[in-house]
């Protein structure tokens, strides 16, 4: 398969499995977009998109989003391979909830550390590109939970919420040079995540989507929106996509 030139380069986090395989297979599918996908392991759902559409449109990077300090050198070596990074999507995410009080603290600072700083991390990386090329998107995936809160998840949410917060400032940093920055907010999807919610609680919040629960494309469809030419100009502001459970 031919690649076509002058491809716009995205970069995914946590495209192993869920949400982040389902916008890795939508952004490989766009002929606009060269996909850079990052985990821990391939997966066959991510190897099956490089069987699809090549390894010169499709890339896959082992990657520890926890490992900070690996973060500056994989930016520069894509930029130096691919040129100005047109697209990052921050998905990689760890939800561990439990009651506060007995937490371990390494697990509440490995749900920062992947959740909100490799986020931050990246896009302050991936950023210096976009500024050079003066044009970019940084799109990170929050959960209603930063608004709405849950029980068992006050580590997670405070995460989530930071992560928004986050993005409503840099936003106001990078917008006058032609790059967006964007949440999007799933609602409960039945992704490997929230298999572990017991039965009575996923039927509690089943009732309260309306419209039922997204899937995780429904989620991809939001991100590619933003990612393309109609999202040029939504910047610092966070989608929803939870069936209206929130309305």
Known sequence: MTTPPNLKTV??????QGLGLAIA?????????????????????????????????VEFHPFDVSKLDAIPPFIRQTVDRHGPIWGMVNNAGIGKDGVL???HLTDIQYMIDVNLTSAIVFAKYASRSMLSARAGRIISISSIIASTGFNGLAAYAATKAGLEG????LSRELGKRGITVNCVAPGYMVTEMSLGIPSDKMDSIKRRAPLGLPDPDD?????????GPDGGKVSGTVVTVDGGSTA
């Open 166 to 169: 986050f993005t409503r400032s």
């Open 219 to 227: 989620a991809a469809g939001a991100v590619m929106y933003l990612l």
């Open 11 to 16: 970069i995914v986090t946590g495209v192993s």
């Open 101 to 103: 009080a007995t937490q």
């Open 25 to 57: 297979r939508r952004v490989a599918a766009d002929p606009s977009y060269r996909l850079i996908g990052l985990s821990r392991k391939l997966t066959p759902g991510y190897e099956a998109l490089i069987a699809e559409y090549g390894e010169d449109k």
